[in-house]
């Protein structure tokens, strides 16, 4: 901590004052400095905002080099309405109308496995071991409560099913009664009247899950088989009602479907697991499981006539789902169709596309059999928004450059902005306003500029406008070839010059690099000189302060001096 420093006690001179005054003197220079680092900030600064607008110029740029969306094209259908087809074209695609007539489309091929594949509920008609947790049926029953008969039976998930018959007795004092048959693995509701099922207000879903429906018939049976394959359970808690031999001691084993192998383990694995490794796997194949009619289908991943095979050595997991030799292979069917009443023409999808109609760049989708009319026509609104695009962005180089380089004059007075003297940007704005209204020498017609396509400078500025729409979409309409040039011609079009150009500004190493790096460095000594500057004047404030106190002890020692002989005298 700084003493505290009393002054003029002897003297009667304020030399702290004094002092502060001259340690503010000696700042002005490093004032200046600090003044000159904080602009040199700000250019940086701005060059680099520079910089950033500028490659958001060359994206755009980017957009326009290639000469083929010049010719976008879009399509419509003769019907609007249709359901027939969808259709869509890339650019280039051939003008034209193209009649399609779909006589039959794609289909996959499966394998429709057989039914039941899961054991019954119970293997008699006692059910009181069967609980309501543990029955294999497709959905697991919830506990709660349901009506019958206007009577409300409560269940719950430890209770057997034969308590849950007893319940219903109960609680319709015996005027219905519930019995099982292990032969259907049904349930069947018996009433001395009719019987009523059911309420907006049920809890459980036990009567869903039984599969009993209906009303006003005194005599109700599930309307099919309740056994199902528990898909989350382990393959031998499953429920398959056919068992899995071909595994080793481990419970390992493999089968085959379209020369891929999937290997399983009948303990760990579960039949939802099975499924999803061979759904997940490059078999091509899908494979689901239809809980109402307790059976499996696999289905090629993809259409048209293709084979569908499955191998695995007796006893297997997928004789086990009903999908081997007693499944029904369906052969799948390929896409039928002509094109303006030519031969008739085979896809194995329904995408048809070049491979299969022969047109370049037209991709048609069949949704159903019928007859429709594909127009494909010329479509500018994709170049037109891109171009769009380019001026936005040009625009935006130009209108910073000015803002950043102006001279201001106001009332004699003269203001310039933080790159006014910058010779490169200067440049740079000449360039680009002389780049974009360059004639391109391959074109001999009336389009050579952009000038032909109704875009302008702006009246004293150097921004774009589109002056005539009506230019532009014609141009691009009638004649895309010319506009494409203009654009991306190899040696004059107006994308190379621009973009090799602004490239010379932005690279690594590039002018705003050099510039950049330049002004870093002069900041890095103006601060060194500021650092010094300071180291001195703290050393110059100590001296004078030094100074000033060595007075001040004279001058005590001259006033005692004085006050003896003023008092010997």
């Not at 039959?104 to 119970?122: E, F, K, N, P």
């Amino acid at each position: 901590m700084e003493p505290i420093q009393l002054t003029g006690l002897a003297s009667g001179f304020d030399w702290k004052t004094v002092i502060d005054q001259l340690i503010r003197i000696e700042r002005i220079p490093q004032a200046r400095l600090t003044i000159e680092k904080a602009e040199i900030a700000t250019e940086i600064s701005t060059l680099g905002d520079l910089e950033t607008k500028l490659k958001a110029l060359q994206v755009s740029l980017g957009d326009l080099k290639s000469s083929s969306i010049f010719y976008g094209r879009s399509t419509t259908l003769g019907n609007v309405d249709s359901t027939t087809l969808t259709a869509s074209a890339a650019n280039n695609t051939i003008l034209g109308s193209y009649s399609f007539a779909i006589s039959q489309l794609a289909t996959a091929t499966d394998r429709d496995g057989s039914v039941d594949v899961g054991t019954t509920i119970s293997a008699s008609a006692d059910v009181s071991g069967v609980t309501l947790a543990t029955m294999n049926t497709s959905t697991a029953v919830t506990a709660g409560t349901f009506m019958i008969n206007g009577q409300q039976v409560t269940v719950a998930t430890t209770d057997s099913l034969q308590d849950v018959f007893d319940a219903i007795n109960t609680a319709t004092s015996g005027a219905v009664t519930a019995t099982y048959s292990s032969v259907t693995d049904k349930i069947t509701l018996t009433g001395s009247g009719t019987i009523s099922l059911g309420s907006p207000n049920d809890s459980s879903n036990f009567l869903n899950v039984v599969k009993l429906f209906g009303n006003g018939t005194s005599s109700v049976t599930s309307v099919s088989k309740l056994g199902a394959v528990n898909l989350n359970a382990s393959i031998t808690s499953s429920g398959l009602s056919t068992s899995i031999t071909n595994v080793d001691g481990d419970g390992d084993g493999t089968f085959t479907i379209n020369g891929v192998v999937i290997a399983f383990n009948v303990n760990n694995d579960s039949v939802g697991a099975i499924i999803q490794r061979i759904n997940d796997s490059q078999a091509g194949a899908i494979v689901t499981y239809d809980s109402e009619n307790d059976k499996f289908v696999i289905v090629n991943a993809e259409t048209g006539s293709l084979g569908l095979t499955v191998s695995e050595t007796v006893g297997g997991f997928l004789e086990a789902l009903g999908l081997n030799s007693t499944a029904t292979l369906n052969l799948g069917n390929n896409a039928n169709f002509t094109v303006n009443g030519g031969g008739t023409l085979i896809s194995t999808s329904n995408v048809l596309d070049a491979g299969s109609h022969g047109i370049t760049g037209l991709s048609v989708t069949a949704k159903e059999t019928g007859t429709e009319i594909v127009n494909v026509q010329s479509d500018s609104s994709g170049i037109r928004e891109k171009i769009e695009t380019f001026i936005e962005k040009y625009n935006a180089v130009q209108s910073f450059i000015e803002e950043n380089t102006k001279i201001t004059v106001e009332d004699s007075s003269v203001s310039t902005s933080i790159l006014t003297d910058n010779r490169e940007v200067d440049a740079l704005e000449r360039s680009l306003r002389t780049s974009v209204f360059n004639a391109v020498p391959a074109l001999t017609g009336t389009i050579k500029r952009l000038h032909d396509l109704g875009i302008e400078f702006k009246s004293g500025s150097n921004e774009l406008e589109i002056v005539e729409g009506t230019a532009l979409d014609d141009a691009l309409e009638q004649d895309p070839g010319a506009v494409s040039t203009i654009f991306t011609d190899a040696t004059d079009g107006l994308v190379v010059g621009l973009d090799s150009y602004i490239e010379n500004y932005v690279k690594d190493s590039g002018i705003l690099d050099i510039q950049t790096d330049t002004l870093e460095s002069r900041t890095k000594s103006l601060q060194t000189q500021i650092d010094s500057l300071e180291t001195y004047i703290e050393f110059r404030k100590e001296a004078l302060t030094l100074s000033f106190l060595r007075m001040e002890n004279f001058q005590a020692e001259i006033n005692g001096q004085l006050m003896i002989l003023s008092q010997f005298l």
